[in-house]
């Protein structure tokens, strides 16, 4: 079974609107993190924002916060007032484990977005 | 300025060729990995190190090796193995344990590297 899925190959979105970007997960460990990255036509993997498994609020990071809802296994990417410098691929990523050690993630397929002037 | 360099940025082989992929870190971190990512997916774990002289094989690592001979060099080589290496890889770096960056343990990556067999 995928570790993480990501339902939406491509979304689109006008500039200064809103975006929620889909992600689920899988594991049976109680102790995991999420991330979300973007990677820009360039190629580099920005970190974007983090929420760990034990964390009561949803991570905020400005325009970013994440959507987390551990019962469901969902960690969706809001993105508000979008911007056309939004345009890139994002990916959400899964550590499972306290990460005692290496922080091995896996990732998504990842989502295309694009922002509409 | 801290970060991940890897080089080259583009790199032509023919089949039957080995290359190497350099990555090098001056942040410190104890932690190096290399991730594979093919047009459509997502980014597979080849190799992965968490101190010098060791390194564990990650999902995908048929076909490649490494090494780490020193704390900031990790770097990745193609071998004639591998069946089908056209791909951009991308190198990156942690602290063991949860601490990199704001504590999150994040990855920091490289710019990738794309290679291309003729």
């Known amino acids: 079974a995928q570790k993480i899925t990501q339902t939406q190959p491509g979304m689109f979105v006008q500039e200064k609107e809103a975006v929620t970007l889909d992600c689920t997960y899988d594991?049976?460990?109680?102790?995991?993190?999420l991330f979300w990255y973007k990677q820009p036509s360039s190629g580099e993997m920005i970190f974007l924002i983090y929420?760990?498994?034990?964390?009561?609020q949803n991570a905020t990071e400005g325009r970013y916060s994440l959507n987390f809802q551990k019962a469901r296994k969902s960690a969706n990417l809001v993105i508000s007032a979008s911007q056309l410098g939004d345009s890139a691929m994002y990916f959400c990523?899964?550590?499972?484990?306290?990460?005692?050690?290496?922080?091995?993630?896996?990732f998504g397929t990842g989502t295309r977005l694009t922002v509409i002037p | 300025d801290g970060g991940i360099t890897q080089s080259p940025k583009y790199l032509f082989r023919k089949e039957g060729q080995n290359v190497t992929l350099s990555c090098e870190q001056n942040?410190?971190?104890?932690?190096m990995y290399w991730y594979r990512q093919d047009p459509g997916q997502g980014l597979r774990l080849i190799y992965y190190?968490?101190?010098?002289?060791?390194?564990q094989k990650g999902d995908i690592a048929e076909g490649y090796s490494v090494s780490r001979e020193k704390k900031e060099s990790f770097p990745l080589t193609v071998t004639s193995a591998q069946k089908n290496p056209t791909a951009f890889y991308l190198c990156?770096?942690?602290?063991?344990?949860?601490?990199?960056?704001?504590?999150?343990?994040?990855?920091?990556f490289g710019e990738g590297s794309r290679l291309t067999v003729l």
């Open positions: 990156a770096s942690s602290t063991l344990g949860g601490t990199s960056g704001r504590g999150t343990g994040e990855l920091f």
């Open positions: 594991t049976s460990d109680p102790s995991y993190g």
């Open positions: 929420q760990g498994s034990y964390d009561q």
């Open positions: 990523a899964m550590r499972e484990g306290r990460g005692t050690g290496a922080n091995n993630l896996f």
């Open positions: 942040l410190n971190h104890d932690a």
């Open positions: 190190s968490q101190i010098v002289n060791d390194f």
